[in-house]
Every structure is written in C-alpha cells, then in structure tokens.
C-alpha cells in the first residue's frame, strides 16, 4: 500500500503540476471522483450498521439456538469498526485561547485571510512537521505545531506555514473528513482483523486460506478508496500552497519548501542532542539546564546548511520525488508551483512586538518539549 501511494503521488505530482499550472488562480472543487469516494465510504460505513442490526437481530430474536453468539460476535466487530473521534493530545502541551492569546490572534487573521475560521486548540509537538485535524463529537478545530519546524523558520515562514495548513480547512480535505477518514480506518482495521498468522500451525494455515478472498477484497477496496481520493488530496496541497504565499509571500513559501527538503538534518540535530546528553549523564533521565538551548541550537544548526545543499538536495528530490508523506506532490514541484504563479506579497505581518510575544507565549511548550526530547522520550 505504501509503495503504490507513493507511485501515485509522484504520477499524479506531475500531471496536477500541468493542470494547475495551466488552470491559474486555484479553488477547491469536488469532481467526480470524490463524488464517488463518498459513495464507496458510505458503503463501507453500511456494512458496519449491516453488522449492528444483524446482531442486534440474531441476540434478540435468536433465542434456543446458536445465533445469539454469533450475534455477539457481529455487535463486537461493529463496536470495533465504529466511527472514531479524535482527542486532543494528553502528553503534549496543549493550549487554549486564554493561554496564548496572541497567538490566536495571528491564526485568525490567517484564517481570514484564506476564507475560514481559526481553531480551538494548539497542540504543540516536537517533530519536524504541523498539521490541522479535528477531534471530539463537536469536531472542533486543532492546529499541531510541530517545534523541530517552527524554530527553524522565520517570521514569515512562520505565516506561511500557518496558511498552508489552515488552508486545508478553507479546500475541504475529504481524506481526514469524518466519513471518508473513518471509512478508511475501518478498511485498515478490517485488514488488521483479517491479517493472516505468521508461521502457522494447521488449523492456522486454514483460517488464512478462508481470510485469504475478504483480505483480498477489503485490501482492494482501500486501494480504490485512495486512488479516488489521492488526486484530490494532492491538489488541496497546491491549493494549500497557494494560501501560504498569499498570507507570507511567495519568497517566504518557498523558502518552507526548502526547509522540508532538509527535514532529515533536523532530525538527525535533535537525535544527537539527546544522545549526547544522555551520554554524558551516564544514560539517565536528568537533564539539567542544557535543554533550555535546544531550539536556539536547532535554529543555529539550520543556518549553516549552505545553499548548495539545498540546491543539492532541490535536485535529489527531482530524482527521488521525495514528499513529506504518501499524501504529497513531490516537493520539488510543489516548490516550481509556486514560483511558476504570480509573485505575492505578504498579506499578514508580524513586528517585533507580536514576535516577541508569541515567543512569550510559546514558552512554557518549548520548555516542556525540549525537556522530553532531550531526556529521550
């Protein structure tokens, strides 16, 4: 599954890279395609009610025989299969609207400046990354800040980053909706129930011979689901693209292109940080002070990669497609978008004043999340 996906994104990286090139100012739009993911997603979420009715059924009116085990057995699956709600993180700094109110501030005028609303929650992480997703019965709004990203930009990287991720409220991204999101978890947890045994006994062996035609056929199903959905996934990334340089510039939305291209010396600076700590302490927990200096570090170390790596690594990323994920366009065509369209000012700004206080705000998670990375956790 992850090869194909990645296949896909690089074949349809490069056609949509054509097509949106040609078509101009972007707007999110639902073709046929998606029309039919909904459809397949809704089947998928009907066998799941098949399975709650037909239990209920064979428990209730199955008495004196052997149906209401198998009744049971239905209810348990669809109890399994059942829709998911997201929570918000409970290791993780999560902040509120009292809690950084600056901060929101600026996520509303981004968000206003793509045409939605802003979020609920901010959860603040330590990875190279961000995000936006919903969680609760409510699906209320939240934005996950990943600092091994943020630390490492400027101030209108920072905007742009918040563009592009609040502009995938503004497309409508179908794949982590509430019914296509769910319709493929439940397809992954089919895959998991019906996963065959490793090294089998008989009796085993015969059970994966009876999986073997639904495994097929749910395993088919998740790949017409994401076929259906990937090209619309990847056009809501240059649709996202497109909202970063409006809010930041498109100098500053390239410049995040070329970030993510060195994602992996981030990475690699975080891990030797703690490793070396921890090396030091003798491999305990203890940190001291010394993460206090993590992210201005981490920032350092970002500053002396030279333009002939990123140059380097621009080229590499035309040879590999590399992407952030499965879900992405190359970036290296993400980044020819941008810079093929119209050259964009910065619609939002931040002064001095704003930036000195949402650092004042960040604090606190930066502390916390410096900690956790460092003592290795």
Known sequence: MDALRHRLARQYGESLLAEVTAEGPLRPRRDASGVLALALALAVHGVTAALLVGGLLLVTLGWGSGLPFLGALCLVTAWVLRPRF??????????RRADAPELFALIDEIAGTVGTTGVHAVSVIGEFNASVSTYGLRRRRVLSIGLGLWETLGAEQRIALLGHELGHYANGDTRHGLIIGNACRSLDTWRYLLAPAEHPTPLEAVI???YLLPRSAVT???????????????RGEYLADSFAARCG???????????????????AKLLRESNSLRTRRGGTAAGGEVWSGLWERLAAH????????????RRCSALR????????????????????AAVLPAAVTMDTARR?????????????????IMNGR
């Open 86 to 95: 997201a929570r918000l993180p409970e290791d993780e700094p999560v902040l």
């Open 356 to 372: 000195t206080a949402l650092q004042d705000e960040l604090s606190g998670a930066r502390d916390r999340v410096a900690r956790r």
């Open 302 to 313: 970002m500053d002396t990669i030279p333009e002939s790596e990123h140059e380097r690594q």
């Open 208 to 210: 994966n011979a009876l």
């Open 249 to 267: 510039s498109t100098e500053a939305a390239v410049g995040l292109m070329d970030r993510l291209l060195v994602a992996d010396s981030v990475a």
């Open 321 to 340: 497609g590399h992407s952030v994920d499965a879900t992405h366009p190359p970036t290296h065509l993400r980044r020819t978008r941008l810079l093929t």
């Open 220 to 234: 088919g199903v998740l790949m017409v689901l994401d076929h259906l959905t990937l090209r619309a996934a990847q």
